[in-house]
């Protein structure tokens, strides 16, 4: 059955509309590893946070990389600030 604007099938589906988390991917881990380096290993969470930043804001081009890059810059630097008030 076809409809009445050409010959294109009712009932079709044009594969997922883009857009969403789905593009973001490797922008909301880096923003979890950021927030995680705040308080635990931040040379092991923040840096991990800010190269996955790097790569979502360089190779992939994803919308939410700039605040990746800041939360994980934070969690890095904060993080060690944090841990050495602490220490002290």
Not at 9 to 33: E, F, R, W, Y
Not at 38 to 50: H, S
Not at 69 to 78: C, F, K, N, P
């Amino acid at each position: 059955m076809t409809t009445q604007y050409g010959n294109q099938p009712t009932g079709q589906h044009h594969g997922p509309a883009k857009g969403g988390a789905s593009d973001n991917v490797l922008s909301i881990i880096a923003i979890v590893l950021g927030a995680i380096g705040l308080l635990f290993l931040p040379i092991v969470f923040g840096l991990g946070g800010l190269i996955l930043a790097l790569i979502a804001k360089f190779a992939r081009h994803e919308r939410l990389s700039t605040i990746a890059l800041i939360v994980g810059a934070i969690g890095l630097i904060g993080g060690m600030i944090l841990g050495a008030i602490v220490a002290s």
